[in-house]
């Protein structure tokens, strides 16, 4: 009796997913199926896009025949967040902002647009060369959040083919 129990408090979460429309992203007719090789992002135009480029790529796959377009506007900021008593700068914040919209390219409507932001800390204290390096660091852990974001976004879209 007790076993009997247990397993339908089991099955409980499963029929309620059922219950409210729930569609595997991978599955038949799901979003992540849709845009698997299918998206033509657009050509980067400096180090951000280029690395949020990359990251969406891997995610979803380069197109040979493009069935959508994806256009990216990548706004970065950097803010000083903590200052010695010499007046120097020893950590920094950089702040992402894309703005995108993924276009059909057959009916040319937007099938999803939106906005993802997000940012990332690195620390300034040590050479120049090593700060440098936390920056670059930084830079990529940033776009590979928002990218992360962004293809999120595009299969919580729900789009099909």
């Excluded at 980067?44 to 197109?63: C, H, K, N, Q």
């Amino acid at each position: 009796m007790l076993l009997r129990k247990c397993r339908f408090l089991l099955a409980l979460p499963l029929l309620a997913l059922a219950a409210c429309g729930f569609q595997p992203v991978y599955g038949d007719n799901g979003s992540g199926s849709a845009l698997r090789n299918s998206v033509q992002v657009e050509a980067p135009d400096d180090v951000y896009s280029y690395t949020l480029v990359r990251e969406i790529e891997t995610r979803l796959g380069r197109a040979q025949a493009p069935h959508f377009a994806l256009e990216l506007t990548v706004a970065i900021a950097q803010e000083g967040l903590a200052i010695d008593r010499t007046n120097n700068t020893t950590r920094y914040n950089m702040i992402g902002k894309v703005d995108f919209i993924l276009r059909d390219l057959t009916a040319g409507q937007i099938e999803s647009s939106g906005t993802v932001e997000n940012f990332t800390g690195y620390s300034a204290t040590g050479t120049t060369v090593a700060t440098l390096a936390a920056e670059h660091d930084a830079q990529t852990r940033l776009m590979t959040m928002l990218a992360d974001q962004i293809v999120t976004q595009l299969y919580a879209a729900n789009l099909s083919r």
